[in-house]
Structure formats: C-alpha cells, structure tokens
C-alpha cells in the first residue's frame, strides 16, 4: 500500500455525523482526531455528536421505524445485500482503512472484511426467514396466532477491535428485522462504520434507517437517548463494567437489551492432544488481531506432562513473528490501540514476573514510533498473577500448568467471565465432557478460531446476555406478539 492509497481511501471517508439521510456537522461543531496508532499521526478529523445530535438522531429514527417495518422483506433482504455487494466490491479500501485506524495488519483486516460482511449476506437470508406459528388450542375453543414483530428503534454501541464486524453484526440484523438504527461507533475507529454507512446510502437504504453518530462524549450522548421513550433497544459490546451501567440506564424504560462483554478465554490443552495442532490453535487464538480480541484466549492451561513440550514450540513461533506498521508486507503483529493499552500489558506481565513467573520471550514494550509491546510467552505463571484474572487485550501468553482433568475444570470456571472456551484433547467423550463441564457460551474443540455469521455468538455470567449471528441473532431485534380468535367451528 502507497501513501497515495491511503490519502484516497481517506479522502472517500464520510467524516461528519449521518441523521435523517444527511451527512452534517455536529450541533456544537465540534471535531475530534483519529490516530494511526502505529505513528501516532492524525489521520483525519471526525464530527464529534452531542446531547442534541443523538437526540436528533433518534428523531430521524423514530419517524423512520414504521415506513421500514412495512416495508416488504424481500426489499429490506435485497437492501442488505446489495450492501454486501457493495462491501465486497470495496473489500481493499476498508481493509486498508481498518488498518489505518486500528493498526492491525492488512492481510487480517481483510479476513475481517470476509468474516463482517458475511452478516448483511447471512441477514438478508434472514430476512424472509421470520416466521409465526398457527394452531388449535388444547381446549380447541380457539385459534392461536403467534407473530414477530420488529422491537422498534434500536441504539448500537459498537468497540474499536473490530471496526467492520462489529458494526455489521448488529446493523444488519436489526434491519432485517425491521428496526431502524442509532449507532454510535467507538471515538478509537469511527471511520469504518462511516464508510459503511455510505455503502448502505448507495445499496438505497431510506433515509432515516441508518444514523450514525461518532463521539467522544459517549455518556453525555448516550443519557438521552436511552431516556427516550420512542427506542426501545440497546446493543452493546464493550467492557462489564460499562455494560453494567448501560443496563441500569436501560432498566428505566426496560429497554431490550444484548450486551457482549468482558472474556476471560481458557485455553485448556491436555496431555494426549495434538501438541502441534494445539499451538497451531494457540496462534490463532491469542495473536489474531495482536490479541485484541474478546475471543482471545487469556489463560492458557496445559497438563504438567505436555507443559515443556507446549511452552518450547509455542516460544519458537512467537519468536518468529514480523513485528510493523499494518500496511507493511509480512507483518503480523501491529501496533495495540493506543498507549493505555501498552501500560495495561506491561502491568499485567510485571506483576506475573513478579510472582515468579518466568519470561521465555518478550516481556515489555517496543521501542519505536507507535504503541508497539512484544509478543510475549510466560510460563510457570502463578496462581494468584492479575493476568489469570484479567483480559489482557495484547499479545501476551501466560501458561500455566494443571495436574488432572478436574483441575483443569476448576481452574478454567474460576472466572466470573464466560465468553469462549478452547480444548485440545484428541479424547472424544473428554472432549464432551468439557462441552458439559465449561461454563462458556462457546467453544473451539481441537479449534483455535471460532466465530462465524452462522453461529450464535456470546456469553454466560459476566460476559453477557443475548446472542449476535445465527438463527438467533435476529430474534434479538423481535418482539412475539400471540393473538387467539374464536374457533371458526364454535
């Protein structure tokens, strides 16, 4: 990629608010910058939403909502995939524009355009999928009718890890349901929920539909919209900690609510797995998107009779792995997102280390433009280490070792998190067993990658409730309506 090519994606990228089919600037006119975190350097400068502007925002929505439920599901399936077209025929520039805000490498951001836009294509499936039911009543005194209904304008808080993903995996089936939208995309990556959106205006998406509203005053914005009587769901992917206070704030109007939150992810590998497969698995598991990823495997648990084994091949590919700017050829860590993440990873390994933990590589921040930290292997980590217990969101592995399958239970549910799961075991009812045994919502068996359009993804306890993707995902934007008549015998 040339510099040429990113100052035209750049300069193709909507920068200001979308409400009510017009792009515009910010009530208050205020801007704020997106960084390249592998320089530092300002990319371009976003229109930053206010109070009014979501207020606005949900206006366009509301008045939007019932023309779009109406609408024919055929229409809204051929809108959505004609965004996929779309996506697909533009899958270079917002790959190129995702590393550009996020650092990841190119050859990732581009996985993730196949991996996102397959929701507009799984949703327009969907769309003419939903279905009622009609039947006699046990007394067959009457008839019973069950319908679903569009739950009605929906707000959509998406992350920076996953600038396309995130934003198709909940645009895209709230409008195959036929819910019109308020999304507010993180200030760290707003550009590609941006471009996005301009897709959507060219697949012809009535105005009003889609609204989108990039800020750095999330609270200030959020309060009212959720106050607002007229929406009536809220999707959220972020932090427990966040997301806790966006459920007391929905409790007021008892909005519908999904929340994708906080992972933990247990990477369980016992003693007759395939070694090699397993850290083939463990690769993908912890250094896809340079570990910034809720997915992201967080402890890696392995039987004391294979550890050595284990940790040695897992070092030596670590240790291979080209370090660089996203956009360079080969690359395959990038930056972390900003300079609080790198403070994060280097606290979490140095109280390891302090421990007692032993640093096979790595262990500490790069020295070079850009918010860089070192592909890293711990092992021997101990019990009571803060990165057992916390997300690590960096390409950090910390091993620690168990003795027997109960052991490995216990230490794998010993979080109040439950996002995923990883088990390598070549032991089929071992591997059943864990399916059982693991309080996760999902897992990878003898698999390091797991998420898919298809499936429904999220979590148990406090990584979440609801799910995004599947035959699920859109009911997460339905409402059942049941409806009983008179026997027509009677």
Not at 162 to 186: D, H, N
Request: aromatic share 6%; with cysteine.
């Amino acid at each position: 990629m040339t510099a040429a090519d990113e100052a035209k994606v750049l300069a193709a990228t909507p920068t200001r608010l979308l409400i009510g089919g017009v792009w515009q600037d910010a009530a208050e006119g205020r801007k704020f910058d997106v960084l390249d975190p592998s320089t530092g350097s300002t990319l371009v400068a976003v229109a930053d939403a206010g109070p009014e502007d979501g207020i606005r925002a949900i206006d366009a929505a509301a008045a939007a909502q019932d023309a779009w439920a109406a609408t024919a599901p055929r229409k809204r399936s051929d809108i959505l995939r004609h965004a996929w077209e779309a996506v697909q025929e533009r899958r270079d520039d917002i790959a190129l524009l995702m590393t550009l805000e996020m650092g990841k490498p190119i050859a990732e951001s581009l996985g993730e355009v196949t991996y996102g836009s397959e929701f507009l294509r799984w949703f327009s499936e969907e769309a003419v999928r939903i279905t009622g039911r009609y039947g006699v009543n046990p007394e067959g005194t009457g008839r019973t009718i069950v319908s679903q209904h569009p739950v009605g304008p929906c707000y959509l808080i998406t992350p920076w890890n996953f600038p396309l993903a995130m934003a198709t995996r909940k645009i895209a089936p709230a409008l195959a349901a036929g819910c019109t939208v308020v999304i507010k995309p993180a200030e760290l990556t707003p550009l590609t929920t941006l471009y996005v959106a301009q897709l959507f205006q060219e697949a012809g998406l009535p105005d009003g539909v889609l609204n989108v509203v990039p800020t750095t005053k999330a609270g200030a914005l959020t309060e009212p919209i959720l106050n607002d009587r007229r929406l009536r769901k809220l999707s959220f992917t972020g932090s427990t900690a966040v997301g806790v206070k966006l459920l007391q704030q929905a409790a007021v109007n008892v909005l519908r609510t999904s929340m994708e939150l906080g992972g933990n992810a247990p990477f369980v590998v016992f003693e007759d797995a395939d070694i090699d497969a397993a850290v083939e698995g463990a690769m993908l598991a912890k250094f896809r998107n340079i570990g910034q990823a809720c997915t992201a495997s967080n402890r890696f648990l392995v039987q004391e009779s294979v550890a050595d084994e284990f940790a040695e091949k897992l070092t030596a590919r670590v240790s291979a792995l080209p370090i660089g700017r996203g956009t360079d050829d080969g690359v395959r860590i990038g930056p972390l997102i900003n300079e609080a993440a790198v403070k994060k990873a280097e606290d979490l390994v140095q109280d390891a280390v302090n421990r007692g933990a032993d640093v096979r590589i790595g262990g500490g921040p790069i020295d070079r433009p850009g918010t860089f930290y070192s592909p890293t292997v711990l092992d021997r980590v101990p019990a009571d280490s803060e990165i057992l217990r916390t997300e690590i969101f960096g390409p950090v592995v910390g091993i620690a070792r168990f003795a027997t399958e109960d052991d490995a239970v216990r230490l794998a549910n010993n979080t109040e998190y439950g996002l995923v799961s990883y088990v390598y075991t070549k032991d089929l009812a071992r591997g059943q067993r864990m399916i059982e045994r693991l309080e996760t919502g999902m897992m990878g068996l003898n698999a390091g990658v797991i998420s898919n359009a298809s499936a429904p993804f999220g979590g148990v306890k406090q990584s979440g409730i609801g799910r995004e993707g599947g035959f699920e995902g859109i009911h997460e934007y339905l409402s059942t309506k049941y409806t009983m008549t008179p026997s027509p015998f009677a």
